[in-house]
């Protein structure tokens, strides 16, 4: 199993960018999905969480600008990012509760995709 980020990049301020982060392998189901960013010498802090169900969360710092949601059918989520700032310039990580397949069984982990960068500048 793993999680595959993509779509961060080089934006000016005002601008908009999508992350994409697609889960692979034995999925038996996805449960929370997650966006996470840390910044150069910062701690990795939670920027959006989506349910399975499509119940979405937010800091503070990016509500009215960011969306998250997920396409189930193709166990993607993404992050829509609008009137970026130079302050959410960071690497974002993507996170998700799955259960997969594990010979007869199924297990539950937690498990993060690598990071993409995003960087907001003039």
């Known amino acids: 199993v793993q999680l595959q980020a993509s779509g961060g990049g080089l934006v000016q301020p005002g601008g908009s960018l999508r992350l994409s982060c697609a889960a692979s392998?034995?999925?038996?189901?996805?449960?929370?999905m997650r966006w996470y960013r840390q910044a150069p010498g910062k701690q990795r802090d939670l920027v959006a969480r989506?349910?399975?169900?499509?119940?979405?969360n937010y800091a503070d710092s990016v509500k009215g600008r960011f969306t998250i949601s997920r396409d189930n059918a193709k166990n993607t989520v993404y992050l829509q990012m609008n009137s970026l700032k130079p302050e959410d310039t960071a690497v974002y990580y993507c996170?998700?509760?799955?259960?997969?397949?594990?010979?007869?069984?199924?297990?539950?982990?937690?498990?993060w995709g690598q990071g993409t960068q995003v960087t907001v500048s003039s």
């Open positions: 989506i349910s399975s169900r499509g119940s979405a």
């Open positions: 392998g034995s999925i038996f189901s996805i449960h929370d």
């Open positions: 996170n998700a509760d799955l259960t997969y397949y594990g010979g007869t069984s199924l297990y539950t982990e937690n498990y």
